[in-house]
């Protein structure tokens, strides 16, 4: 098992790397140049000789691979250099506004698990009753809406008609609701439907016929077996499905202004604030890396079978 | 009842019931120029937010245009680059995927790890970053949805082409003399169909969603041109007055992207292809 684990980790480390190649070989495919990128930002006028020295002090004038060490380097300590626009550290830029980003993503995960995980549970049990009719329109809807769409309904209903909630900011619990619910529709959409078919499937299996057969009541078969073994597949779920997360909290804090990491980012892209986007874009892609690994050890940790049979392909 | 009514939605009806939605969206896409009452583009302030009239049968937006007209010309860019889109990554798809599961050994490992590189990035992080790298603006939103998504057409070939590598008919077909590249037509993109035509339909409906998001951004279709997403963010500013300016865009778009996930779960119940 210790094994498997240590395998398991140690095989993020290629994946990451070539993820820093993808971003590097981007930037260097990309018709612009960094150092005049640069100086747009900066509101400076590109002569020939600020962009030498430009290039010079980003590097650019060194073989790629010297560039590319020096790039992941860097990254190893979080440096990931000055934002163009305010010649600020971008990190500590960044460590200003994850909070933000953290706490919509973290509620509103939260808010979809407490969703979703009773009403995939009802929509396999009744199943094609109403209530798996109302699942199965929930996550269509979620599904197939544009999320800054729902995000200008709920607040055209409920701040605009209604006015019962603000439209914009961050502070109180009231700023939550709108831009938590918009973010967490798609999550909903996704785990009852992971869950429903993982529910329905374990329902299947024959240890729950055995546990029939030995007399044991519906209610504990399914909170006791069923429910442990079905939420296995909602977990790597979460996992595949926290990109979903992710370019949702970018689009739900531009509609709802909320002053977030995704905000900072769409921001940097209309300035070409390029280690500004590299930095998001490899912050995203350790994020993303990292979760899976995670949910790979937990999975292990609730079904330790895995590590003998290894794993399968998901 | 409704037992009878969900099963008979998720057979053959749903699909023909999808295709007819999808094939009149196409429709109303290609022929926009013709049968618009209006220009989608011409300003008249004299116009300007108007109610449902005659002459404007959904009324006019903030700079006196015909509603009607701009959404019938969004359908034009939403349907007509996702098209493109799709074409585009699975042409790349297809030859990536067949010729690194064909001749394998470190071509297939190259090819496979730039994959899964590509893949460790969420999806529309990695367009939105290549967007940001390369400016805004149509063009650069296409080719960075293209060189995200090939990447799923061409594990699915690579897969199947090994798969398939090893069985008889191939063998035989490669012993009678058929070329590599006669068999990859031949044998293999007939075998590879059924998941394609799956993923194919559903990303249709994930590539509408971007191109819309990324508009709503200001990144994608740039004004004046009419496009659902930039159409919802245009009339967000009028949401107090004329919410029916955002509200529009966005059931087209609702209903587009629903038709086709439906077909697509649809076709994939039919095909008995899984999908994660």
């Known amino acids: 098992m210790i094994g498997y684990i240590g395998k398991r980790m140690l095989s993020v480390i290629p994946i990451i790397f070539v993820a820093t190649l993808v971003m590097f070989a981007l930037i260097h495919i990309s018709p612009v140049d960094p150092a005049e990128a640069y100086l747009t930002a900066a509101h400076i006028y590109p002569t020939e000789e600020v962009l030498e020295q430009k290039r010079h002090e980003f590097g650019l004038d060194q073989p790629l691979l010297t560039q590319y060490l020096h790039m992941i380097g860097r990254m190893a300590t979080l440096d990931f250099g000055t934002s163009y626009l305010t010649n600020q550290p971008v990190w500590t830029e960044v460590a200003a506004r994850l909070p933000a980003t953290v706490e919509l993503a973290l509620w509103s995960m ?21 209530i798996d009719m109302l699942s199965r329109c929930i996550s269509y809807l979620g ?115 909320w002053p977030g990491f995704g905000r900072y980012f769409v921001d940097a892209i209309f300035n070409r604030d390029i280690p500004v986007i590299q930095c998001y874009v490899f912050f995203a892609a350790c994020l993303f890396i990292l979760c899976n690994l995670l949910v790979d050890l937990v999975q292990l940790y609730m079904d330790p079978r895995i590590s003998s049979k290894g794993r399968a392909e998901h | 009842m409704i037992h009878t009514w969900r099963s008979a939605f998720r057979g053959q009806y749903a699909i023909l019931i999808c295709s007819i ?72 798809g297809i030859l990536v995927g067949s010729v690194s599961g064909y001749i394998g050994g470190w071509v297939d490992s190259i090819l496979m ?18 967007v940001g790298i390369f400016g805004p603006g149509l063009m650069q939103v296409l080719l960075a949805l293209m060189l995200v998504q090939w990447v799923y057409y061409a594990r699915i070939c690579r897969n199947m082409v090994v798969s398939l590598k090893e069985r008889h008919f191939i063998a035989a077909a490669r012993i009678s003399g058929s070329s590599s590249w006669k068999i990859i037509r031949r044998h293999i993109i007939p075998n590879v169909q059924r998941p394609i035509i799956v993923i194919g339909t559903l990303e249709m409906g994930w590539a509408i969603m971007d191109i819309s998001a990324l508009s ?61």
């Open chain 1, 110 to 130: 939260l808010f979809a698990a407490v969703v979703s995980i009773p009403l995939g549970i009802a929509a396999a049990v009744y199943r094609n009753s109403w």
């Open chain 1, 143 to 257: 599904a197939s809406m544009p999320q800054f769409w729902l995000g200008y309904l709920l607040i055209f209903f409920f701040s605009v008609k209604l006015d019962w909630l603000p439209v914009e900011g961050r502070g109180t619990w009231q700023n939550l609701v709108l831009p938590v619910i918009t973010l967490s529709l798609v999550l909903i959409a996704v785990y009852t439907r992971l869950l429903r078919t993982s529910v329905l499937e374990q329902m299947q299996q024959t240890y729950v016929q055995y546990a029939r057969v030995r007399g044991l009541r519906e209610r504990m078969i399914m909170l006791k077996h069923v429910l442990r073994m079905s939420m296995m597949p909602l977990i790597s779920g979460m996992g595949i499905n926290l990109g979903k997360l992710l370019t949702g909290t970018i689009i739900v804090e531009q509609v709802f202004s």
């Open chain 2, 21 to 92: 939605i999808i094939a009149l969206f196409f429709i109303v896409a290609l022929l926009a120029p013709w049968i618009a009452p209006h220009s989608p583009i011409k300003v008249d302030l004299l116009q300007k937010l108007k109610g449902p009239s005659m002459d404007h049968w959904l009324g006019t937006d903030h700079l006196g245009r015909d509603n009607l007209t701009r959404l019938l010309y969004g359908a034009r860019i939403s349907l007509g680059f996702a098209t493109m889109i799709f074409l585009s990554s699975l042409l790349i």
């Open chain 2, 113 to 130: 790890r730039l994959c899964e590189g590509i893949m460790a990035f969420p999806n529309l992080v990695l367009v939105l970053g290549i």
């Open chain 2, 216 to 276: 709503f951004l200001g990144l994608g279709v740039q004004p004046p041109n009419a496009e659902w997403g930039a159409m919802i963010h245009e009339g967000t500013s009028y949401i107090r007055s004329h919410p029916e300016l955002m509200i529009y865009p966005g059931i087209l778009i609702l209903i587009v992207v629903i038709t086709f996930n439906i077909l697509g779960e649809a076709l994939s119940e039919r095909y008995g292809v899984t999908r994660r």
